[in-house]
């Protein structure tokens, strides 16, 4: 599996980026997508997840009301869209993408970097205040 981020940059507050993980090869075996963040020497920070088909979504509370999913597919790839509005100073940090081929009962216990399997490159969001 093969997953590529995009789409950060700088932004002032208050404004709006949509990040973007395609992930190709073995493209339908993964249970859920999940998005982290991290900024220096602080822990990767869990954001949010979605079921593979896009039935099932959970985002922290900490951007909830602000960022939402989207999905699209084609032959080749699956791409997962992380729309980010009302962005705030403190959403500054590197967003990583990630699947997890575990199979969990519901979508709220895919929230720890163990419970997922294969990660992308990420991609620098920085918020200007």
């Known amino acids: 599996v093969q997953l590529q981020a995009s789409g950060g940059g700088l932004v002032q507050a208050g404004g709006s980026l949509r990040l973007a993980c395609a992930v190709s090869?073995?493209?339908?075996?993964?249970?859920?997508l999940g998005w982290f963040r991290q900024t220096p020497g602080k822990e990767r920070e869990f954001v949010g997840a979605i079921a593979w088909n896009g039935g099932r979504r959970y985002l922290a509370n900490s951007v909830k009301g602000r960022f939402a999913f989207s999905i699209s597919r084609d032959d080749a790839k699956i791409t997962v869209y992380l729309q980010m509005n009302s962005l705030k100073s403190e959403d500054t940090a590197v967003y990583y993408c990630?699947?997890?081929?575990?199979?969990?009962?519901?979508?709220?216990?895919?929230?720890?970097?163990?419970?997922?399997?294969?990660w992308g490159q990420g991609t620098l969001v920085t918020v200007s205040s």
């Open positions: 990630a699947t997890s081929d575990r199979d969990y009962s519901g979508i709220y216990d895919y929230n720890k970097i163990f419970d997922y399997d294969y």
């Open positions: 090869g073995r493209t339908f075996s993964f249970n859920a």
